[in-house]
T-cell receptor
Framework: ETGVTQSPTHLIKTRGQQVTLRCSSQ?????VSWYQQALGQGPQFIFQ???????GRGNFPPRFSGLQFPNYSSELNVNALELDDSALYLC?????????????FGSGTRLTVV | KQEVTQIPAALSVPEGENLVLNCSFT??????LQWFRQDPGKGLTSLLL?????REQTSGRLNASLDKSSGRSTLYIAASQPGDSATYLC??????????FGKGTRLSVIA
């Protein structure tokens, strides 16, 4: 059973650019959620996808968007990058949306915006 | 709106000590609570998952308890080791809402 895999591990972008982060969910999981973690803070919910549909969104602007694919892998896209977007981005997968079976997290992507 | 608080924010103990990390949440209508470990700059490793119907879960030297009615959970670490040094996060799940995290407790175990 494979866990959650995220790529890339590190990324440096310039303000105003666009970035795409990728996540492969754990085998058998059909729900993927994305979190942003600033230094010294707990992870903040960005959005969640269940069976390729967005079914929850946190307090993030529309320039944060995502996709989930038929194999349940997912992408997080951020347009018009700002310096405050620098953070660790975490992807988590779970068995079913709302069943409370626990979440499995990936190792994260460290994004630095300069 | 669910809010999760973890106390203390940081803790430094000598090797071998038993210790308790605290987590409180404002809305007791939760499905489960999950404790995670995070090493610096790394992702989250799940330690224990407690369903709302359970009182505690144990894994090795770790024991987590849940008192849903009072909105509290504790993570007990027995015989701490330097390798336990990390940030410990608790998160609550309330159905279709996302996980809500505390800010974590940064633990240092001194050899």
């Amino acid at each position: 059973e494979t866990g959650v895999t995220q790529s890339p591990t590190h990324l440096i972008k310039t303000r105003g650019q666009q970035v795409t982060l990728r996540c492969s969910s754990q085998s058998g999981h059909n729900t993927v959620s994305w979190y942003q973690q600033a230094l010294g803070q707990g992870p903040q919910f960005i959005f969640q996808y269940y069976r390729e549909e967005e079914n929850g969104r946190g307090n993030f602007p529309p320039r944060f968007s995502g996709l989930q694919f038929p194999n349940y892998s997912s992408e997080l896209n951020v347009n018009a990058l700002e310096l405050d977007d620098s953070a660790l981005y975490l992807c988590a997968s779970s068995l079913e949306s709302g069943t409370g079976g626990g979440y499995t997290f990936g190792s994260g992507t460290r994004l630095t915006v300069v | 709106k669910q809010e999760v608080t973890q106390i203390p924010a940081a803790l430094s103990v000598p090797e071998g000590e038993n210790l308790v990390l605290n987590c409180s949440f404002t809305d007791s209508a939760i499905y489960n609570l999950q404790w995670f470990r995070q090493d610096p700059g790394k992702g989250l490793t799940s330690l224990l998952l407690i369903q709302s119907s359970q009182r505690e879960q144990t894994s090795g030297r770790l024991n987590a308890s849940l008192d849903k009615s009072s909105g509290r959970s504790t993570l007990y670490i027995a015989a701490s080791q330097p390798g336990d040094s990390a940030t410990y996060l608790c998160a609550v799940f309330s159905g279709n809402t996302p996980l809500v995290f505390g800010k974590g407790t940064r633990l240092s175990v001194i050899a």
